[in-house]
């Protein structure tokens, strides 16, 4: 490593992080956390994080579905149904600072490392933080739950989609994602009230919960009018214009957020009577009147270039784009200025969104791990002996791939 790069900080350097978890949201959330400096040790089993497996498509065995949320870790695989795994685990926790989790409610605790029990007093600077479905309590309380599952269950589904289409999942897992941020987002809390008390705590996480919480505008809409809310498909419930549209060449997408905006678009357009028209004088207005506003807007844009126009938008002060495809939009200019492809090796991935002006993200420090690609090393920084390693690679407690 040069001079320059030991000059180099990360937010979270020095962090340490026991990742326990699979899947996606956990393991995103320690991926935000290692892309930053923080020290992150994923603790697998013999056979893997399943979603490994999740393919095609594959590198190195691995699909992409696992590839893309664990970058800048390393792989410890350990059994921890037996009591030597256990003392493993136990030794590894000594200098964590976080330890996260999603196993089934209760697991932790049925190993004698339930967090009130044990480790609030073991460890007490500890930050322990659990993800589950539903949490330990209530009707659904230690339920399974998986991202589309939660989506159905807490209206996320009825307003996706349209009226003839009727409920549709989310096309990105935004359930497991959210989770993994908010996630992250609690732990930091956690560190900085650290800080403060010098304890540790304890981060109740779900599924259920965060989906909730992104249900934006949804759940207000409903809480002042009582009413569930409906698909409404690429419109906006609360906001008109705010649409997917079709021109001569391809579709855009405008949102205008307000009156002066829709002032300007309605020049832009040719279409200068409506923006004194008293059925679409205010955003009010415009959400009543939408169907007559939208084929107003259809016939107008029937004979422009899609591309073009968003750029003319844009130059006016209009949000408006066209809609790409994920290749188009990896390979536009602006995802190039902006940094945001990952290269090494055979890896490539998306990088962290987070920018600070001194604190630089870590790129890609480790390549995404084979099952307990570390186990060795690991353990010999934990002070294991060769012959110590030697009797747990023979006894099954420990595995690992090269």
Not at 58 to 71: E, L, Q
Not at 359 to 368: A, E, I, L, Q
Request: charged fraction near 25%.
């Amino acid at each position: 490593m040069s001079k320059l790069e030991n000059k180099i900080s990360h937010t979270l350097d020095g962090i340490k992080v026991l990742d326990l978890t699979r899947v996606l949201g956990g393991p995103y959330a320690t991926q935000i956390l290692a892309d930053h400096g923080a020290i992150v040790t994923k603790v697998e089993s013999h056979l893997g994080d399943e979603v490994r497996e999740w393919g095609p498509p594959f590198a190195k065995n691995m699909a992409s579905y696992f590839i893309n949320v664990n970058r800048n870790k390393r792989s410890i695989a350990l059994d921890l149904k037996k009591t030597a795994g256990k003392k493993i685990l136990l030794k590894l926790m000594k200098e964590t600072d976080i330890l996260i989790e999603n196993f089934k409610t209760g697991t932790m605790e049925k190993w004698g490392f339930g967090y009130e029990e044990f480790l609030k007093n073991k460890f007490p600077r500890l930050i322990h933080c659990r993800i589950s479905g539903f949490g330990s309590k209530g009707p659904l309380g230690g339920a399974p739950g998986y991202d589309a599952i939660v989506q159905a269950m807490t209206g996320m589904m009825t307003v996706n989609g349209t009226h003839e289409s009727g409920s549709v999942r989310m096309g990105a897992p935004f359930v497991d994602m959210g989770t993994g941020l908010y996630s992250t987002i609690g732990i930091l809390m956690a560190l900085y009230e650290r800080n403060k008390s010098n304890k540790g705590q304890f981060i109740d996480m779900t599924l259920y919960d965060s989906a909730l919480a992104l249900m934006h505008p949804h759940n207000a809409n409903y809480f002042l009018t009582k009413k569930p809310g409906k698909a409404t498909g690429n419109s906006h419930p609360n906001i008109s214009p705010y649409d997917k549209f079709k021109t001569a060449s391809n579709e855009i997408f405008m949102g205008i957020g307000n009156d002066a905006g829709f002032k300007r678009l309605c020049y832009a357009l040719n279409l200068e009577e409506l923006a004194n028209d008293a059925r679409f004088r205010t955003n009010g207005d415009r959400v009543k009147n939408r169907v007559e506003l939208t084929k107003f807007i259809e016939k107008a844009l029937s004979n422009v270039d899609g591309i073009e126009f968003s750029e003319k938008l844009l130059s006016a002060g209009i949000p408006a784009g066209p809609v790409r495809n994920i290749e188009e939009a990896i390979q536009h200019p602006q995802t190039k200025e902006r940094n945001m492809v990952l290269e090494k090796d055979y890896y490539k991935g998306i990088a962290s969104p987070i920018k600070f002006s001194r604190s630089k993200d870590v790129g890609v420090k480790f390549t995404p791990p084979l099952i307990g690609e570390h186990t060795i090393q690991i353990l010999k920084e934990q002070g294991y002996s060769e012959q110590e390693i030697e009797l747990l690679l023979k006894d099954e407690i420990i595995s690992t791939q090269n």
